[in-house]
């Protein structure tokens, strides 16, 4: 299975203010995905991130409040911008591990103030 | 109505217990079915997937998908408090260019002394 970091593993930021969450993986993947875990409630899928192309958005999440790159095959990032304390959440990358399966970071933990 | 429901417990039970963890499902279109444990502070664990109706074993681990009831299960034989842990169910449509997953809230388990 990949191997999976992210950074920052935790952070707490003021309102109105930008993070941006990196996730490295060791080894190349076509496919990597960015999730959000909101306490209570179920993992949601923000967008796919594909080496070259533009991510793609789930409804419901816009590419001005989370901007996504994928400048290769082992690395991407994920931007929070204009935080709010609604944006207060785990995040978590994960990639395409073959054989349909998918392999989870250990995510980041976001406190806005 | 949620595409895939799971009771968030918590479930408490005693080592040595056998635990039925469940969820359902709305969507037919769902074809692979996965499971993953999700220690706190941790990202999601892939423990086992399977894409057939019918059991599937892997050590004290045994996965059940009933596709006619739309209907997963995990079951722990001899619960360990090592297994203490939120379990997600996970359903995916394989597009075959896309790999989404939809979860369920989780199921927290306590396994006790």
């Known amino acids: 299975s990949a191997v999976i970091s992210q950074k920052p593993s935790r952070d707490i930021c003021q309102r109105g203010t930008s993070l941006t969450i990196q996730c490295q993986v060791d080894?190349?993947?076509?496919?990597m995905f960015w999730y959000r875990q909101q306490p209570g409630q179920s993992l949601t899928l923000i967008a796919t991130?594909?080496?070259?192309?533009?991510?793609?958005?789930e409804s419901g999440f816009v590419i001005d409040k989370f901007p996504i790159s994928r400048p290769n095959l082992t690395f991407s990032t994920l931007t929070v911008s204009n935080m709010s304390p609604e944006d207060s959440s785990i995040y978590l990358c994960?990639?395409?591990?073959?054989?349909?399966?998918?392999?989870f970071g250990p995510g980041t933990r976001l406190t806005v103030l | 109505q949620k595409e895939v429901e799971q009771d968030p417990g918590p479930l408490s039970v005693p080592e040595g217990a056998i635990v039925s963890l469940n969820c359902t499902y709305s969507n037919s279109a769902f074809q692979y079915f996965m499971w993953y444990r999700q220690y706190s502070r941790k990202g999601p664990e892939l423990l086992m997937y399977?894409?057939?109706?019918g059991n599937k074993e892997d050590g004290r681990f045994t996965a059940q998908v009933d596709k006619s009831s739309k209907y997963i299960s995990l079951f722990i034989r001899d619960s360990q408090p090592s297994d203490s842990a939120t379990y997600l169910c996970a359903c995916k449509i394989n597009t075959g260019t896309a790999s989404k997953l939809t979860f369920g809230t989780g199921t927290r388990l306590q396994v006790t002394l």
């Open positions: 991130a594909n080496q070259g192309s533009e991510a793609t958005y």
């Open positions: 994960s990639v395409d591990g073959g054989s349909d399966t998918q392999y």
């Open positions: 080894s190349q993947v076509t496919m």
């Open positions: 399977t894409y057939s109706s």
